[in-house]
């Protein structure tokens, strides 16, 4: 049948079509619907078949009848979300992956896609028993230590709370940051409720008549690390209520709050943010530049076995690392990969050692062969190539001594994170590459793949200054496995 066809049988299919031959209908319109062109698209109207009673329904009460397309339902385009709502909505009695797939065609064809859960369900934040919440044990994590970095933020994307300096700098400067033992995500459709826990998760609250800030985040220790490193920063921005939104202001925020102050000036630079002087700032930076050297201290004795190599010996072992993997993919004959891809080799002040264009899958099907990347559930969505900045960590010793992350190398793997942008397409990937025994007759490979997203899932766990992750014990797979620490050096 043409498209033509298929288009009269759903104008026309009230009270003709089952609910089997209406999804199967829908599921062949959309597949032609993928070869017409706009034009031809333009001919059919998605008003005739929207307003027909042939949608395939499945009930909060769990049957399944044909309606209107403009009737009262929802379609599940996000897994987390329609099984909270399951038998509390009605949806469109197609799976997810359906939605993705067979029908995607038809949705954009028939401008359904204001009815994705995800779209549809309101979030708001909620902290449970306020009243038992208590100050931050962990003083890195204490908002007022960084008010004059995030003031300058704000002055420079023209935040309308930094019309008055004086007043948005102290507020900043008094704010509490709290630990609460229960937030929750609250998402509400029409009368349905479903409340949803959140390894990432914070909550800003504003006295509207005092200015007073309060941020409350979990008390859970694995929770608190990943709410201050990704939760926060975008609640921070989207709190300052930027003239442009966008993620820079949530990356530089990310950025200042993982740094003591001695570093802010030339770090803000960087993004052509000017630090503002303010008085009464001093003595609490001050404070904070002690507990950094502390903590910075305690950390590096308790990750590091010796004594940091040279600098000229580092990069040694770090080329002799890159070389290893370049020698190692070339060998495997990977598409198109060859020494334009070594962006390092190059220029050492690179984005990243290595940048690889998968337009065939191969490198993704290289990491799913060895088990640190399963395509069921972390395949990028992006129907194009895949871009993948992979960063090479090298060491002499086994797979437990720790490797050292740059803060530049840090944003970017932020920024090409899943756990950062869940939604929409990913079409970019960090990698980091882990060679060990680099000098022995056979050095091995070990892979994190998107580790801000490990961290986020529990995989690994973060400490600041230097950020410590230490990785479950992951099996083996062939030549790869799983380095049992990172330290992030910031």
Not at 51 to 70: H, M
Not at 154 to 168: C, E
Not at 366 to 386: E, H, K, M, Y
Request: hydrophobic residues 40%.
């Amino acid at each position: 049948m043409s498209a033509d066809d298929i288009y009269n049988t759903l104008k026309k299919g009230q009270g003709r079509l089952s609910v089997k031959t209406a999804k199967q209908a829908f599921a062949a319109f959309s597949s032609k619907l993928e070869s017409l062109s706009n034009e031809e698209k333009a001919r059919l109207k998605p008003a005739a078949v929207v307003k027909q009673r042939i949608f395939p329904i499945r009930t909060a009460g769990g049957g399944v009848e044909l309606r209107e397309g403009n009737s009262n339902f929802v379609i599940s385009n996000k897994h987390s979300l329609a099984s909270g709502f399951e038998g509390k909505v009605d949806f469109l009695d197609f799976t997810e992956k359906e939605i993705e797939g067979d029908l995607a065609a038809f949705i954009l064809w028939a401008d359904m896609k204001e009815k994705f859960i995800s779209t549809m369900a309101k979030k708001k934040v909620e902290v449970k028993n306020r009243d038992h919440a208590s100050p931050v044990k962990r003083k890195e994590y204490e908002i007022k230590r960084t008010a004059r970095a995030l003031l300058s933020i704000a002055v420079a994307h023209k935040s309308p709370r930094a019309a008055d300096q004086d007043s948005l700098f102290g507020r900043l400067r008094n704010a509490k940051t709290l630990e609460a033992d229960d937030i929750v995500e609250v998402y509400q459709l029409g009368d349905a409720v479903y409340e949803a826990q959140s390894n990432a998760i914070v909550h800003i609250d504003e006295d509207t008549s005092s200015g007073a800030l309060k941020l409350y985040i979990p008390r859970d220790s694995e929770k608190q690390r990943s709410s201050f490193s990704i939760a926060l920063p975008k609640a921070l921005a989207a709190w300052m209520q930027p003239a442009a939104v966008g993620e820079d202001v949530a990356e530089v925020v990310g950025t200042v709050l993982h740094l003591p102050p001695s570093l802010w000036k030339n770090t803000l630079k960087s993004y052509d943010i000017n630090l503002i002087d303010k008085d009464g700032a001093d003595e609490l930076e001050a404070d904070v530049e002690e507990d950094a050297e502390h903590d910075r201290g305690i950390s590096i004795r308790h990750a590091i076995p010796a004594l940091e190599p040279s600098d000229q010996r580092k990069l040694e072992i770090g080329g002799k690392g890159e070389q290893h993997i370049f020698n190692y993919f070339s060998e495997l004959n990977l598409p198109e990969f060859n020494e334009t891809n070594w962006l390092s080799k190059a220029n050492n002040n690179a984005i990243s050692d290595f940048k690889y264009v998968d337009t065939h899958g191969a490198f993704a099907n290289w990491l799913d062969q060895r088990g640190a990347f399963d395509l069921t559930s972390s395949r990028p969505v992006s129907n194009g190539a895949v871009t993948y900045y992979i960063e090479v960590k090298s060491t002499t010793g086994g797979c437990d001594m720790p490797i050292y992350v740059t803060n530049n190398q840090f944003q970017l793997m932020r920024k090409h994170s899943r756990a950062v942008a869940p939604e929409g397409e990913w079409s970019t990937i960090y990698v980091i590459l882990r060679v060990y025994n680099v000098e022995s007759d056979a050095p091995q490979i070990g892979a994190l793949v998107d580790p801000l997203s490990m961290i986020c899932r529990g995989e690994v766990s973060v400490d600041n200054q230097p950020v410590l992750l230490s990785c479950r014990e992951l099996e083996a797979h062939a030549d790869i496995i799983y380095p049992s620490n990172i330290s992030f050096s910031l």
